[in-house]
């Protein structure tokens, strides 16, 4: 991410869909985390897990 605005509509978006989640106890998980900066945001958001090609490619389900 490049700029200020971009990082906060990470923000932004996470705290949309994720805080009512997060206030009633429930686990979240981010998909799609694209490069380190937006997981490391994720981390300091108290984001439970994040999930995307950043850590794995794609994996069958018979493979795991």
């Known amino acids: 991410m490049k700029t200020i605005e971009a990082r906060l509509a990470v923000v932004a978006a ?3 869909l994720a805080g009512p989640a997060m206030s009633h106890g429930c686990e979240v998980v981010a998909e799609g985390v694209e490069n ?7 981390r300091l958001l108290r984001c ?8 794995s490619p794609p994996v069958a389900a018979d493979k795991i």
């Open 36 to 42: 380190e900066e937006q997981a490391q945001l994720l």
């Open 48 to 55: 439970d897990q994040v999930q995307a090609f950043l850590f």
């Open 14 to 16: 996470f705290l949309a």
